[in-house]
């Protein structure tokens, strides 16, 4: 397929089944968020036949050498600054360029790996269950990412300037640069929630729909193979995938000379509904047809998963939580639905935003009215409760699955948030045996034996950790750092230095080491 890669432009590529490919150009401000506007999804060519549109890959992304020199040579500088060990450096650089230039995809490909190196994150370990540190942002409403994408992403990355490691952010990120176009930096964004949460269907369906968006048909089709061998009636996932395949079949040129889109789907009332559900819908409207839709044929067949989890995915699209929990509850007493994991953590992960968006809507009420007592009794309680929920949850599959240590360690984390500390314990010394959180069960460990005061015990923990890691990278130099600050609170001073001078040789800049080096050689003087 070729293209023009012109950052301003849109190139439509239309199949002439009689002839060869045509293109069309689009005028410079027919912009990927009015093509959705205007519902230009569809185009016809000489011949009268109706196909689809493909978008320009490269759409309103950015290149480097559309910026002035001085600041492509400052992007080279903060990338040095990165391989040297220097993160600390090009993050401001980054930042300060991306507010200018947010189209900059390199660029916050840049920032996103300065930041990861400067956290201290746990290494993209899944954490299916979101803490409630993201509470405050959760995933805002289709209405706020319409009105001001713009500003959206500015806070997505203020969050992500905390925490690298807030999927919650990358996911609003992905969603706020699908409506400005784009879409590189929203594939980028999902794929960050993948690298985190490699287990999240909605995220990698997501990811899914901005692949076929910027023709990377294969790739889509690959990862609803992914989806559907975990969730084998996944009604969105199969809408994908129908609509890469169409994709992928077009491009390579197969379809018969006689057959038009609608034929080639073959049934006719079925192939008006995947069109439509195959879009990228973000208005409201859009999303309310396809709920009427499938409220018709629910009547029809109330027992068929796939509809129920339509109608489940496209209130919560909405916002509308309550009749999202309301049909998937109703998908949970089928007979198919009763043994779906997939759903059940669907059920719960839509239990935990909804709580997550009231919680955030209390804070923002804060923010404009100002904060009351009854207010912030009302979050605080809100917080218990999902944190509750999230544990409960969490408990349950421990309980069904107690060989699958992914959820022992999980549950390990809100141990030690909650402050049970012997039953945290327990449950690290099993999922250590998974070699995906090994280090970070050892290093959970260590901090357990830590605020038990057993500090013989934390350090051997920390240390087996330290030595297993071969590489100078986050998760080490938080180990490092657990590990030092152990022999400190020993009272092993010499032992402790010792740690805080191989994490100030590796970065000076990671949490409070250069205080404690530069402390340790006053009283030494």
């Not at 069309?24 to 009015?34: A, I, M, T, Y």
């Not at 947010?102 to 370990?125: C, H, I, M, W």
């Not at 092993?492 to 080491?513: F, H, M, N, P, W």
Request: aromatic content about 8%; some cysteine.
């Amino acid at each position: 397929m070729r293209s023009r890669k012109d950052p301003d432009s849109l190139e439509i590529i239309v199949l002439n089944v009689k002839k060869n490919l045509s293109f069309w150009l689009l005028p410079d401000f027919l912009s990927p968020k009015l093509l959705r506007v205007l519902n230009l999804s569809k185009i016809y060519s000489n011949d009268g036949i109706l196909y689809p549109i493909f978008p320009h890959p490269f759409m309103s992304e950015q290149d480097l050498s559309s910026i002035a020199p001085r600041l492509q040579k400052q992007v080279t500088n903060a990338k040095r600054a990165i391989e040297k060990g220097t993160p600390g450096y090009a993050v401001p650089i980054c930042a300060d360029i991306l507010k200018r230039y947010p189209g900059l995809y390199e660029v916050r490909k840049t920032l996103r790996d300065a930041q990861k190196r400067l956290a201290g994150n746990s290494g993209g370990v899944k954490k299916f269950l979101t803490k409630v540190t993201s509470a405050p942002f959760a995933l805002g409403s289709a209405g706020r990412i319409k009105k001001d994408p713009s500003k959206v992403i500015e806070s997505a990355e203020a969050l992500l300037s905390d925490d690298p490691s807030n999927v919650a952010a990358h996911r609003i990120l992905g969603q706020a640069a699908e409506e400005l176009g784009y879409l590189i930096t929203a594939i980028f964004a999902y794929e960050c929630v993948r690298e985190l949460e490699p287990d999240n269907l909605d995220n990698l369906k997501a990811l899914a729909e901005q692949l076929i968006e910027v023709g990377r048909n294969k790739e889509s089709v690959a990862l609803c193979d992914s989806i559907l061998a975990r969730s084998p009636a996944d009604g969105d996932a199969q809408n994908i995938i129908r609509k890469a395949s169409v994709a992928q079949s077009m491009e390579k040129g197969k379809w018969e000379e006689e057959a038009d889109f609608r034929e080639k789907l073959k049934d006719e009332e079925e192939a008006v509904r995947l069109e439509q559900a195959s879009r990228a819908v973000t208005g409201e409207d859009a999303l309310r047809e396809l709920i009427e839709d499938g409220l018709k044929r629910v009547e029809k067949e109330p027992e068929n998963l796939n509809i129920l989890r339509d109608l489940t995915s496209n209130y919560r699209k909405l916002g509308d939580y309550e009749n999202s929990l309301l049909w998937i509850g109703k998908a949970r007493l089928l007979e198919s639905g009763k043994s779906d994991v997939a759903l059940e953590k669907l059920e719960i992960q839509i239990t935990v935003e909804s709580k997550e968006v009231f919680i955030r809507e209390k804070l923002e009420l804060i923010e404009s009215e100002g904060e009351t007592p009854e207010l912030r009794a009302e979050i605080e309680s809100a917080q218990q409760d999902l944190f509750e929920t999230r544990f409960a949850f969490a408990g349950s599959l421990v309980e069904r699955y107690p060989n699958e240590y992914g959820y022992r360690y999980e549950f390990g984390e809100l141990l030690l948030e909650k402050g049970d500390l012997d039953q945290a314990i327990a449950q690290f010394q099993v999922s250590q045996r998974n070699p995906k959180v090994r280090i970070q069960s050892l290093l959970n460990l260590g901090k357990a034996f830590k605020a038990k005061k057993i500090f013989d015990l934390a350090a051997e923990q920390l240390s087996s950790a330290n030595s297993e890691l071969k590489i100078m990278n986050e998760i080490k130099k938080e180990v490092m750092y657990e590990l030092a600050d152990c022999y400190e609170l020993k009272g092993d001073r010499e032992r402790a230095i010792e740690e805080y001078k191989k994490l100030y040789s590796a970065d000076i800049s990671y949490r409070d080491v250069a205080k404690k080096i530069d402390e340790f050689y006053s009283n030494a003087s």
